[in-house]
């Protein structure tokens, strides 16, 4: 999940960038997590809280930034490549339950995503605005709007009845395995307790994969986006590969912030890619947003969801 707050004005703002190399004042929160902004003389703290309020809290702060580091400790120690395998296994057998996709959209609502910075809104509202302004730019492209809808329903995975599976199997960035770790990852240090990381079949820049192998072909950490790839391949989804490409590797900011891991790309990937750097910008939270009505646009993505999905899917 790509965060975008917009940055409160304060005296020591200077002017951002992001990453397609715009001029912004939002914040880019990384995987769902603030990050230290990086300035020349190394990293330092923003001068914001993760809620992206304008007052300073130091001490929340600081303790905020213990928290994600924590987080990526134990993802990049436990995202082996076998781990990964098995997790596709077991999620392969698409027997947890059979719902719909509007369905699943109501039961999104009741999972706690530790890195969500907005708990006090249900999680169909970051769906619905992410897919609502989208709409509003892109009035033609019916299934990117669909695409924002779904991407972030693979998070059930937190809920009892889908494995209850620990915030670093389901959130987070995401990254490939059976290669190196590219030096752009988040916390890259955690990596060196990782069991792959010393395997001389997994730690060279290529590692088990041809140059423009393609990525649907490359072993990604497993969580929420890799999971509802998985579900809408399995369930003879009509989107686009664009729409597919979105959902699997939205939370990949290697690849989306520092062009890392193009050399697994083929070309389909490239073009696939335009989309999916569209998408990051709607894939906000921003203090200006406005309450979605659910009753009012749901017949809308009803109708999309009836265009592009069968009523019941096997999850
Ligand atoms: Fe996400
Ligand atoms: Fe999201």
Not at 217 to 235: I, K, L, P
Not at 287 to 315: G, Q, T
Request: proline share 5%; glycine share 4%; net charge negative.
């Amino acid at each position: 999940m790509t965060i975008l707050i917009e940055q409160p004005c304060l005296e020591t703002q200077s002017e951002e960038r992001n990453v397609y190399g715009e001029e912004t004042n939002e914040f880019v929160l990384d995987g769902g997590f603030p990050l230290p902004q990086l300035s020349q003389d190394g990293f330092h703290a923003p001068d914001i809280n993760s809620f992206g309020k304008a007052f300073r809290n130091y001490d929340a702060e600081t303790e905020r930034q213990k928290s994600v580091e924590e987080f990526y400790k134990k993802q990049h120690i436990n995202q082996t490549y076998e781990f990964v395998k098995r997790m596709r296994e077991e999620y392969a057998k698409f027997d947890k339950t059979e719902m719909g996709i509007w369905e699943c959209c109501e039961l999104l609502n009741e999972v706690v995503d530790d890195s969500d910075p907005d708990l006090d809104e249900p999680q169909i509202q970051h769906l619905l605005q992410s897919a609502e302004a989208i709409r509003k730019d892109y009035p033609n492209e019916d299934w990117l709007h669909l695409t924002a809808l779904i991407h972030d329903l693979g998070k059930i995975l937190l809920l009892p009845s889908f494995g209850e599976l620990p915030q670093w199997a389901v959130v987070g960035d995401t990254f490939p395995l059976g290669c190196a770790f590219d030096e752009s990852n988040v916390h890259l240090k955690y990596f060196k307790e990782n069991a792959d990381y010393n395997n001389p079949a997994y730690n060279t820049k290529n590692g088990i994969y041809p140059n423009g192998v393609g990525l649907d072909n490359v072993m990604m950490s497993f969580g929420h986006d890799d999971y509802m790839y998985m579900v809408a391949q399995e369930n003879k989804c009509t989107l686009p590969s664009a729409a597919l490409f979105i959902i699997r590797y939205h939370s990949f900011y290697p690849l989306h912030k520092e062009g890392a891991y193009t050399h697994l790309m083929n070309e389909e990937d490239v073009e696939n890619f335009k989309w999916l750097k569209i998408f990051n910008k709607y894939d906000l939270y921003s203090k200006s947003k406005v309450r979605v009505d659910v009753e009012e646009v749901k017949p809308y993505y009803m109708s999309l969801i009836e265009k592009y999905f069968p009523a019941k899917l096997r999850w």
